[in-house]
């Protein structure tokens, strides 16, 4: 079966770095990516990776491992607009999305 | 344009109503989709439009017909829901299907409560 784990939850400080694990188990790979949701809103895209290593973009990174099926999206200088939920998703080898639960992410002054 | 809009933003209807959904996009995408999302889940997909023709349906109850009336406009008539289909429905776009970067574009979604 295809199936992507992350955190249900995490809580950090305004102004520190959080990083959000994604691991996954998909019939075929064809991108991952992150996407942000904030309550009772559209999800909005961050982030594709293919390729192994580091998207670096502003004040949040990806990073893809392909062989270990890992991806984890770092945060950086936190701010409480950054409290949201942090969803993963893989394309397989179709190119359908596989969504993992999300990852509600609290930030705390 | 990088916008998607859904109307109505509210909707609470009773199990004998018929209703639709609406969604427009004007980036010239190809692809447009429709998502369900229960509240703490993530996204379910619904049905996929490419090129305006239906692509995918997954295995979604009659009660929920899609319509593209044309590249720019995906349309959800309801009837007949049941309290279990209130949620928010997602309209999402994008450049086309089965691309590589196959970046979702989502409208703000519609707020269904079926009574």
């Known amino acids: 079966g295809q199936n992507i784990d992350q955190p249900t939850e995490m809580t950090a400080t305004e102004g520190a770095i959080v990083q959000i694990n994604c691991t996954y188990q998909t019939s075929g790979f064809n991108g991952l990516f992150w996407y942000q949701q904030h309550a009772g809103e559209a999800p909005t895209f961050l982030s594709y990776?293919?390729l192994d290593g580091l998207e670096e973009k502003g004040r949040f990174s990806s990073f893809l491992s392909r062989s270990k099926g890992y991806s984890y999206l770092l945060l950086k200088e936190l701010q409480m607009k950054d409290s949201a939920s942090y969803l993963c998703?893989?394309?397989?080898?179709?190119?359908?999305?596989?969504w993992g639960a999300g990852t509600k992410l609290i930030i705390k002054p | 344009d990088t916008e998607v809009t859904q109307t109505p933003k509210h909707l609470v209807m009773g199990m004998t109503n018929k209703k639709s959904l609406k969604c427009e996009q004007h980036m010239g995408h190809r692809a447009m989709y429709w998502y369900k999302q229960k509240a703490k889940k993530p996204p379910e997909l619904m049905f996929v439009y490419s090129y305006e023709k239906l692509s995918i349906n997954e295995s979604v109850p009659s009660r929920f017909s899609p319509e593209c009336p044309n590249s720019s406009l995906l349309n959800l008539h309801l009837h007949a829901l049941q309290p279990e289909d209130s949620a928010l429905y997602l309209c999402?776009?994008?450049?086309?299907?089965?691309?590589?970067?196959?970046?979702?574009?989502f409208g703000a979604g519609s707020r269904l409560t079926v009574l």
């Open positions: 998703a893989v394309q397989d080898s179709n190119y359908q999305l596989i």
């Open positions: 999402a776009s994008s450049q086309a299907e089965g691309s590589g970067a196959n970046v979702l574009t």
């Open positions: 990776n293919v």
